[in-house]
């Protein structure tokens, strides 16, 4: 069955990674490069929700090998998306590593503690987050997302505190096939057995759990 056993997949997703992610990427030669990505992933890498409209996903802060690979996704059509794709095929390889270097150090994805309290059968968002639905074979997003959704290495990329315009959006996009990069079909594997609604939700719970989870912890630093 091949959405288990994520974990034990990333030594090999290692090994996936071509020539070109080995490039060195320099984090001031990608300032420059990144001039053509604030409009939409802003000044600070934060990206922007656009209500009714698309959602520009937050950039600061995510793995660069993770950028790198994506930005050649979109240029290799792996990921199909109309408004990425002529940014993507502007870079040549070299640039692709310097702006996947520049992002990355921008703002660290923030550090969460990894459970306040066990997942509450009443939010059906945070159950499928970290208990996933076994049986429809759906896994909790977080066995391959690590705790809280804050990722794990440069393959499982961090959910908690990213647009959920973004996140519904791209488990739509591997429901209909537009996205198609993951290794294993993994969340391909996943995404189709989610139904709209559950879609809305996760997106949801990881979008705000950042803001939740800060909350939480501060209420239990006044006691
Ligand atoms: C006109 C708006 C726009 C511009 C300009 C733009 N992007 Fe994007 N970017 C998007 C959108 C929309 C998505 C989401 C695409 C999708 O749904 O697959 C995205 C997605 C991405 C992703 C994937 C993030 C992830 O978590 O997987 C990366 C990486 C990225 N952009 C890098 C860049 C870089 C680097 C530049 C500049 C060279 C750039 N973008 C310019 C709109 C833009
Ligand atoms: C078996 C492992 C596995 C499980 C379980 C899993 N994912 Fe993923 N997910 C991945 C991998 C691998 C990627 C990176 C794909 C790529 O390389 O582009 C990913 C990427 C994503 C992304 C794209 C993030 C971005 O920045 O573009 C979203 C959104 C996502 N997963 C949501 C979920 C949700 C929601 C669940 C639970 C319902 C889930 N995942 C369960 C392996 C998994």
Same mark, same amino acid.
Request: proline share 8%; aromatic share 6%; net charge negative.
């Given at each position: 069955?091949?959405?288990?056993?994520?974990?034990?997949?990333?030594?090999?997703?290692?090994?996936?990674?071509?020539?070109?992610?080995?490039?060195?990427?320099?984090?001031?030669?990608?300032?420059?490069?990144?001039?053509?990505?604030?409009?939409?992933?802003?000044?600070?890498?934060?990206?922007?929700?656009?209500?009714?409209?698309?959602?520009?996903?937050?950039?600061?802060?995510?793995?660069?090998?993770?950028?790198? &690979?994506?930005?050649?996704?979109?240029?290799?059509?792996?990921?199909?998306?109309?408004?990425?794709?002529?940014?993507?095929?502007?870079?040549?390889?070299?640039?692709?590593? *310097?702006?996947?270097?520049?992002?990355?150090?921008?703002?660290?994805?923030?550090?969460?503690?990894?459970?306040?309290?066990?997942? *509450?059968?009443?939010?059906?968002?945070?159950?499928?987050?970290?208990?996933?639905?076994?049986?429809?074979?759906?896994?909790?997003?977080?066995?391959?997302?690590?705790?809280?959704?804050?990722?794990?290495?440069?393959?499982?990329?961090?959910?908690?505190?990213?647009?959920?315009?973004?996140?519904?959006?791209?488990?739509?996009?591997?429901?209909?096939?537009?996205?198609?990069?993951?290794?294993?079909?993994?969340?391909?594997?996943?995404?189709? &057995?989610?139904?709209?609604?559950?879609?809305?939700?996760?997106? *949801?719970?990881?979008?705000?759990?950042?803001? &939740?989870?800060?909350?939480?912890?501060?209420?239990?630093?006044?006691?």
């Amino acid at each position: 069955m091949r959405i288990t056993g994520g974990l034990g997949l990333l030594a090999g997703l290692g090994l996936a990674a071509g020539p070109a992610l080995a490039l060195e990427g320099d984090p001031a030669r990608g300032e420059g490069v990144a001039g053509t990505c604030v409009a939409c992933h802003q000044a600070d890498g934060m990206g922007m929700d656009m209500p009714q409209g698309e959602s520009w996903p937050r950039l600061a802060g995510l793995p660069a090998d993770y950028i790198a &690979r994506q930005l050649h996704d979109f240029k290799a059509g792996r990921r199909d998306n109309a408004t990425m794709k002529p940014f993507a095929n502007m870079l040549d390889d070299q640039q692709i590593a *310097d702006v996947a270097a520049y992002y990355a150090q921008l703002a660290p994805w923030p550090a969460l503690p990894a459970a306040y309290r066990a997942a *509450d059968p009443d939010e059906p968002g945070e159950w499928l987050a970290e208990r996933g639905d076994w049986g429809r074979l759906v896994p909790g997003c977080n066995q391959c997302h690590g705790p809280a959704g804050q990722g794990v290495g440069a393959d499982f990329p961090p959910l908690a505190g990213q647009h959920a315009g973004y996140l519904a959006a791209q488990l739509t996009a591997w429901r209909e096939g537009r996205r198609h990069n993951d290794p294993n079909g993994l969340m391909q594997g996943v995404a189709e &057995r989610l139904n709209d609604d559950e879609i809305a939700l996760i997106a *949801d719970y990881y979008a705000t759990l950042p803001e &939740r989870l800060e909350a939480t912890t501060t209420e239990e630093g006044g006691q």
